[in-house]
């Protein structure tokens, strides 16, 4: 019976364990000489759709009456959008805020006058060149307070893995040109990590404000193109 315990425990002894039997398969011996070098591809796409955040604000002697405007003028937008051919599920609520408005008297304690009410929507417009004329639509039913746009590309994938591609590539020929000025050759690819890929570039900004509608506004939007890039990092061994 001991001696079966003692079998035991040699064998436990000897088997390794999670963390050991994990790390031997993810770690490599490389026998000649270790290159590690960064690649970046690159690839332009016109942007899609443009992200626009409209509001209405109202301002008036008391809370309900400052609500209720906001709310009716939104209606009237919402109601502009949906006329417009915009679907409901690019329209989200972003917004809504309800302050009071003090008026500060020198050597007098505050005294309220007023409240303002905001309320926004963020606007995914698919249709770039016609959103500046929805736009002008909303001011005229409205809205008077706008911001953006946000240039995206909605599905970016495709042009991603071009940009992958190209990284690779460019590894790949970076490398063959360390190799030959050191009289080596590329004998394989160690390892290849993703440390970065496409990202939405910040807003154009259009101020935001109070608008006074004083003629027929022409607004256009010009979605230009937009970089997207990947960046990899790998490492090869030269022999």
Known sequence: MKSFF???LIGAATLPTAAGAQQSTISQTIAG???DLNASGEVTRVPDVAIISAGVVSRAPTA???LQDTADRMSRVLAALKRAGVEGRDIQT?????????RYPQDQ?????GYSATNTVAIRFRDIRNSGKILDALVGQGANQINGPSLVI???EAALDEARAKAIAIGRARADLYARSLGMRVVRVVSVNENGGYA????VPMMARDIMVTGA???EIAPGEQKLQVNLAMTFELQ
């Open 94 to 102: 972003s917004n809504v805020n309800l302050n009071p408005e003090y």
């Open 217 to 219: 506004a022409k607004t």
């Open 6 to 8: 003692f079998a035991l």
């Open 154 to 156: 909605d599905k970016p």
């Open 109 to 113: 304690a505050p005294q309220l006058v």
């Open 200 to 203: 939405m570039p910040p807003p």
């Open 33 to 35: 000489t270790r290159l």
């Open 64 to 66: 309900t009456a400052a």
